[in-house]
């Protein structure tokens, strides 16, 4: 009897004992959760913290470039003559022909920089970009046959064409190395990490082709491709201007919906479908809606190279690679280059302007070369 009482005590402390290990787990579990919840908290607070800054940036930066030109004026006067302040020359000058270009080089360069990460995802690779899968190329050789074959066939050789047309047929060769790219990637046929592959073919391609119609030009003319090719913010008009940030914002909305998709194909296309994701369809339409962003964007304004490439790398190192932040960091950050870009074009040897084209070019190459020898030590 006194044997059957004391294992009856004994089961009871054990389970007791146990009964308590497993509260104090449990609430170790617990307050390990809310550390991890509160961290991730401070680093989405910080997130937002710095995309604040670099809206702030932005407009500091659009400032100095509605202040800088051929008529001296500083950024508090540029923004007083803004909002209709100050002398009538001083207005007319920033509203008339500061302004469009500042907001040129605020929506394609977002819209390049969204298209640029956008594309880094779905194609799984970091050197994917407008200027790394053929699309500017396109564009390239879209606007010479407008400028040498179009505009002596349709409106004769004496007679040169509106740039609206020529932006019209860049955007069609754009499009058409969409088309290209988006059938390897829809078709299977290549693996993503290979569409830089196609995009390196399709530049040849289009630059053989340019070269062909080039050499049967006359001088005048390939004048005006080689002004084409440098890229400038300040041809498009008001009309083309809105065009480009219909698009942009159009396919924004379509990118920023999707952002827990591109999370997921961060860590490949098998882990992405296993969580849900439909991984086909979200390439394609990825690839779709980025590639017409860029042909939007790029038609108008030549060949500014790189911007889809330095940004979102830049707001990586900002943000880190969620795409709830990584998105509106590299629209940002790709305004902020292109505004500097064209602050610097203008400012280096002013009066004279340099082509955008070349600014954005050398700081994305060694961009380039870094990620590419960072490849070859992995």
């Known amino acids: ?109 977002a819209g390049l920089a969204l298209a640029g990460a956008v594309l880094q995802s779905v194609l799984e690779n970091p050197l994917a970009s407008a200027s790394t899968v053929g699309i500017s190329q396109g564009a390239a050789f879209g606007a010479t046959l407008a400028l040498l074959v179009v505009a002596p066939v349709v409106a004769g050789a004496s007679t040169g064409i509106g740039m609206g047309a020529v932006a019209l047929f860049a955007f069609a060769g754009a499009l058409a190395s969409s088309a290209v790219v988006l059938l390897f990637s829809r078709l299977g046929s290549s693996s993503p990490e290979s569409i830089v592959l196609v995009g390196v073919a399709l530049s040849a391609l289009w630059a053989g082709a340019s070269t062909i119609i080039q050499y049967f030009s006359d001088d005048l003319a390939l004048t005006k491709v080689i002004f084409w090719q440098f890229g400038d913010l300040g041809r498009a008009t008001w009309s083309q201007i809105g065009f480009m940030a219909l698009v942009g914002a159009a396919c924004a909305l379509y990118f920023f919906a999707n952002r827990w998709n591109y999370n997921a194909l961060q860590n490949g296309g098998q882990v992405a479908g296993g969580l849900g994701v439909n991984v086909v369809r979200c390439r394609v339409l990825g690839v779709v809606a980025s590639t017409v962003m860029a042909a939007a964007m790029v038609s108008f304004v030549g060949l500014v190279n790189f911007i889809g490439l330095i940004a979102p790398h830049i707001a990586r190192r900002l943000v880190g690679n969620d795409y709830r932040f990584l998105l509106p960091a590299s629209l940002v950050l790709g305004s902020i280059i292109m505004l500097a870009s064209d602050l610097a074009a203008r400012m280096v040897i002013s009066p004279v302007v340099l082509p955008i084209g070349a600014i954005t070019s050398f700081l994305g190459a060694p961009l380039f070369l870094y990620l590419l020898y960072k490849g070859c030590k992995r």
Do not use: F, K, Y
């Open 1 to 109: 009897m006194i044997r059957s009482l004391m294992a009856a005590e004994g089961d009871a402390g054990v389970s007791a004992s146990a009964s308590a290990s497993a509260a104090s787990a449990s609430a170790a579990s617990a307050r390990g959760s809310g550390r991890a919840a509160h961290a991730q908290a401070r680093i989405e607070r910080r997130n937002w913290l710095v995309v604040a800054v670099l809206v702030a940036v932005c407009v500091a930066v659009s400032l100095c470039a509605l202040a800088s030109g051929a008529s001296d004026m500083n950024p508090l006067a540029s923004a007083q003559a803004l909002l209709g302040i100050g002398s009538a020359q001083d207005v007319m000058t920033v509203r008339s022909i500061r302004l469009p270009r500042v907001l040129c080089a605020i929506v394609s360069g």
